[in-house]
């Protein structure tokens, strides 16, 4: 299924498009209205985005394809005119993509308004069929989440476990290596959430996460799927995590045992291996690092090892998500064999959790996260559903597993709950 905006037909109505240089305008996400936001920000720096000039929501096999055809013919008929010229200047779209090919939801938006900053350099974006001002920017306080309840999602934590424990004897049984098993938690709240609270929180304590938003999916990702920018592609894989205690000494010497840790390792090899044979067709050379480094977050510590290359061929970032999802880090190894064992066992409507979510620009520049630390806004705004989820190996313990999840429940969570 495809639905673009019948008010932008490509050819006939192009999009206008304006970028101008603006003073700081101080922390991004404060900007953000109430209705219609997008954010992609990373310490400091990033996308805000509101309204809506131009949308496509497609679902299916083809959905990465289909949106990439849409965006192509959108951007090549656009009219801009940018003084900025830095990636996330111009014409841009925020994207939300999901993690099967079946689910509905999957979208990419052109806002009316784009705010970036990068590097000290702040700009506003235009977007519209006629020619409009840059709005006054005027920055807001979002209401605090209240009276906000957890539970266990439709899978609760006995059965969790019992199913991390049916995926180890899969593993046992051959046919596959890794799985990435998943599950929710439902948070209810007294009064429908303003999701720009939680995004400020997520930002604020989670400044090297790219924290997001589109249409109602939120969360603050470590993962880097993939980064183009001016030929250069970036991966950050992440595979292997360790809960932070909150004792400095003692959580130093837990991230020394992950970097030497063989199920981690092993398990970070995988996830490494996916993504340097996906990118490998598309670059002409390409860097991967033996040896992972330790990712410290306040809430856990994960390997993790950036991918680099240099791109051979015209493929647009989201193109190169699409040849890279789902890597081993949420689905598992070998991918097909996992993504089937994930349908077959988890129990669990995955919806945009797990996907790429990011923003592309018009030459095919843009990043997309995997949509990880994250939660999906569900009836009138009053219940959230938060997700997490852990590779599974044939030593995984499912109680430590267990424990995992919650650790990575941790984020989107102290964001939901109202501060006493
Ligand atoms: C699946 C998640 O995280 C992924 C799984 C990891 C692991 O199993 O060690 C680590 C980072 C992510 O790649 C999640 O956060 O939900």
Redesign the pocket.
Same mark, same amino acid.
């Given at each position: 299924m495809t639905v673009s905006n019948p008010a932008v037909d490509a050819a006939t109505a192009p999009l206008l498009v304006r970028s101008s240089p603006i003073d700081d305008p101080g922390a991004l996400l404060s900007l953000l209205p109430s209705a219609d936001a997008f954010a992609w920000v990373h310490g400091g720096d990033g996308l805000v985005g509101w309204g809506r000039a131009a949308e496509f929501s497609t679902a299916g096999s083809e959905r990465f394809t289909d949106a990439a055809a849409w965006w192509q013919d959108l951007s090549a008929h656009a009219v801009v005119r940018d003084d900025i010229d830095v990636p996330g200047s111009g014409l841009v779209a925020f994207g939300s993509f999901t993690f099967t090919d079946d689910a509905e939801g999957s979208t990419l938006v052109v806002p009316e308004v784009v705010i970036g900053r990068r590097d000290g350099v702040a700009w506003v974006t235009v977007i519209g069929l006629g020619i409009s001002s840059a709005p006054e920017l005027v920055a807001s306080t979002p209401s605090e989440p209240v009276g906000t309840t957890f539970a266990d999602g439709p899978v609760d934590s006995v059965t969790w476990q019992g199913l991390v424990g049916e995926a180890v004897r899969r593993i046992e049984q051959g046919g596959l290596d890794k799985v990435?098993l998943?599950r929710d938690l439902v948070a209810s709240l007294d009064e429908p959430l303003d999701v720009r609270a939680p995004l400020a929180r997520l930002a604020a304590d989670y400044p090297s996460c790219w924290t997001f938003h589109v249409d109602g999916f939120f969360g603050s *990702?470590?993962?880097m799927l993939v980064r183009l920018e001016r030929g250069l592609v970036t991966s950050r894989?992440?595979?292997? *995590?360790i809960r932070r205690t909150g004792d400095d000494a003692h959580d130093l010497a837990l991230a020394g045992s992950l970097a030497r840790s063989s199920k981690?390792l092993e398990?970070?090899e995988y996830?490494v291996r996916s993504v340097a044979e996906a990118l490998a067709p598309h670059c002409t050379s390409m860097n991967v690092p033996e040896t992972p480094f330790v990712l410290h977050l306040p809430n856990?510590m994960?390997?993790a090892t950036d991918v680099t290359g240099v791109i051979r061929d015209d493929a647009s970032a989201l193109s190169l998500a699409a040849s890279l999802h789902p !890597?081993a880090?949420?689905g598992g190894t070998p991918t097909a064999e996992a993504v089937r064992l994930i349908a077959e066992i988890e129990l669990l409507d995955r919806g945009r959790?797990?996907g790429p979510v990011g923003w592309i620009g018009a030459s095919g520049d843009g990043e997309w996260g +995997?949509g990880?630390? !994250?939660a999906q806004i569900e009836d009138d705004g009053s219940v959230v559903r938060l997700?997490? &989820?852990? &590779? +599974?190996v044939a030593d995984s313990v499912p109680a430590d597993e267990l424990a995992? !999840?919650n650790a990575?429940l941790i984020p989107v969570r102290d964001a939901l709950t109202p501060r006493g």
């Open positions: 990435v998943a *990702t470590p993962e894989v992440l595979a292997g *995590t981690d398990e970070h996830a856990v994960h390997l !890597s880090a949420v959790y797990a +995997i990880l630390r !994250s997700f997490a &989820g852990c &590779g +599974i995992e !999840s990575k």
